[in-house]
């Protein structure tokens, strides 16, 4: 079992950039496929991005490529979410999840696939 905590969010302008992380307990961190998603107010959650369990594969939701990176540092057992160029439409909670999976190489974008989820961290962008 693994526990995640989120943190990094804030009140920010349009065009700023955040950095969100995600901590996780437990020493066993590798094992996890791992994903960011959103929840704006009113909306049903969406997918963000997501990273395989070595950190080589990523995948994007199209409204945050090439705006959005994310990234994992196994060694510290934390996922990263980098934001630039920040828009008020990216206003939301934003959660990061586990995935338990036997690859390496696999990342998932549907919400169904994660086990793990942490309790969110609210980024607001001002116009």
């Known amino acids: 079992q693994v526990q995640l905590v989120e943190s990094g969010g804030g009140l920010v302008q349009a065009g700023d950039s955040l950095r969100l992380s995600c901590a996780a307990s437990?020493?066993?961190?590798?094992?996890?496929?791992l994903g960011w998603f959103r929840q704006a107010p009113g909306k049903e959650r969406q997918f963000v991005a997501t990273i395989s369990r070595n950190g080589v594969n990523t995948y994007y939701a199209d409204s945050v490529k090439g705006r959005f990176t994310i990234s994992r540092d196994n060694a510290k057992n934390t996922m990263y979410l980098q934001i630039d160029s920040l828009k008020p439409e990216d206003t939301a909670v934003y959660y990061c999840a586990a995935a338990t999976t036997i690859y390496s190489d696999r990342y998932y974008w549907t919400h169904d696939k994660y086990d793990y989820w942490g309790q969110g961290t609210q980024v607001t962008v001002s116009s």
């Open positions: 437990g020493r066993t961190f590798s094992r996890y496929a």
